[in-house]
């Protein structure tokens, strides 16, 4: 193509000097080894290499641009870490989702900085030179965990901090450093935050949590129903909440993306429509499951009668259901429960009675 050009003229100039820079660039980003291993173990990483070409990346070491027609390079299968191959020696920065397996717990005091003189100005996780004025690096703060990184160890990725939700029921992205963002985001549908311990004073100014809490409770007694009915079994009904699997375990336990969709407003809507679901097949669409409902034994009157609706209460021992004001007007005691303490009475005197010969 040079070639074609007019002799001596600025356009055959220009294409001379820009493929003199292409190649020096092309010599300069040329891996040192050809033959590299498909995998690589390095401070809890598997690293396997990447056969994909066309992807342009970013080295999560160096901070540069990785061209995958001419270079090799790995990405890590637990954190998805990405670097070139010469860089691989140099990385400091172990496997998050080692320490997501090793420490499933979130940092719960907000941005606990401890100041750059306790890191000696050096970058928390490479040790590079940094100072606040930029020089030699300059000092970013990660929200998360309130340490200092150089700009190679933090990009200012933003995160919703786990703290801020639940101390301010704050959902503003923050900056944070690599390794805390892909942490956050390997952490993020995991249910290890329970609400009622960390801060239970957050029900009495969240209307949305105890909405949402009040759903998971009624999913909670919904679940024998539909664990015991070959309809449901066979439509899947439960796997509704595949994604929320703790929501069929229990009632306390909350993930950092059911907080921030309960902020947004979103999982009250579907949690509502799922909930509406369970309860349709109960109660109308099934007469096995009808046929498990209660009658109020307190007045004998009014429909069937399930634990999760609104106006029922149930015994805590023997798990009969009752009309709301009936119960709590009734001053006697269950009747199912005077019941059974009749019957383990009249047992009792059975076996006590001496044999006749």
Known sequence: ????????????????????????????????????????????????????????????KCNAIIWGLIQTWYTCTGCYYRCHSKCLNLISRQCVRSKV????????NICPERGLDSQDYRCFECRAPISLRGIPSEARQCDYTGQYYCSNCHWNDTAVIPARVIHNWDIEPRKVCRSSTRFL??????????????????FNYVEELVEIRKLRQDILLMKPYLLTCK????????LQLQDR???????????????IDTKCGRLSSSLTEIHTTF????????????????????????????????HTSVCSDCSAVFHRDCYYDNSTTCPRCERMSVRKRSLFREDSQPEKD
């Not at 397996?101 to 719960?108: T, V």
């Not at 699997?245 to 336990?253: I, P, S, T």
């Open 1 to 60: 193509m040079i070639q074609d050009l007019p002799e001596q003229s600025e356009k055959q100039k220009d294409a001379v000097v820009k493929l003199i820079h292409l190649r020096l660039k092309l010599q300069e980003l040329k891996d040192p080894e050809e033959d590299e291993p498909n995998i690589r173990c390095l401070l809890e990483h598997r690293f396997y290499k990447e056969k994909s070409k066309s992807v342009k990346q970013t080295c999560d």
């Open 101 to 108: 397996s090793h420490q499933s717990e979130y940092e719960l």
């Open 185 to 202: 985001a390997l952490m993020v549908w995991r249910p290890v935050l329970k609400l009622r311990e960390v801060n239970p004073l957050l």
């Open 231 to 238: 309809e449901a079994l066979e439509a899947r009904l439960l």
């Open 245 to 259: 699997q703790h929501f069929v375990e229990n009632d306390d336990m909350y993930s950092l993306q059911d907080l």
């Open 279 to 310: 309860a349709k097949h109960i109660k109308l669409d099934c007469e096995r499951c009808q046929a498990k409902g209660f009658v109020c034994e307190l007045c004998k009157e009014g429909d069937i009668l399930f634990p999760f609706d609104s």
